[in-house]
């Protein structure tokens, strides 16, 4: 069992950044591929990016692609996602969340689990 709380998010303006946090419990979370999601009002969750157990190989949504880096720290049970040149369509609750599928299934959130209660990200423009 794993359990993920997400942090970092708040106000910002178009252009700046924020970086997320989503610290895991549990002594497996090296073992584990980590994703990152985020909900819109009114919109279905959306992939946003993911990261391998050794943190050496990332996919990004193309939306994000060039913005946003994912990374982690397997010493501190923790993973980040850094959010540069923040965009109004950015604004979402972002969650983080255990990838449990496929590598060749980053983007499916039904192949992830143990899902945090996610942080507001609102970028005013």
């Known amino acids: 069992q794993v359990q993920l709380v997400e942090s970092g998010g708040g106000l910002v303006q178009a252009g700046g950044s924020l970086r997320l946090s989503c610290a895991a419990s549990?002594?497996?979370?090296?073992?584990?591929?980590m994703g990152w999601f985020r909900q819109a009002p009114g919109k279905e969750r959306a992939f946003v990016a993911r990261?391998?157990?050794?943190?050496?190989?990332?996919a990004y949504a193309d939306s994000v692609k060039g913005r946003f880096t994912i990374s982690r720290d397997n010493s501190k049970n923790t993973v980040y996602l850094q959010m540069n040149s923040l965009k109004p369509e950015d604004t979402a609750v972002y969650y983080c969340?255990?990838?449990?599928?496929?590598?060749?299934?980053?983007?499916?959130?039904?192949?992830?689990?143990?899902w945090g209660p996610g942080t507001q990200v609102t970028v005013s423009s």
């Open positions: 549990g002594r497996a979370f090296a073992s584990y591929a």
């Open positions: 990261i391998n157990w050794s943190g050496g190989i990332a």
């Open positions: 969340a255990v990838h449990l599928g496929s590598s060749r299934q980053v983007s499916r959130s039904d192949e992830y689990a143990y």
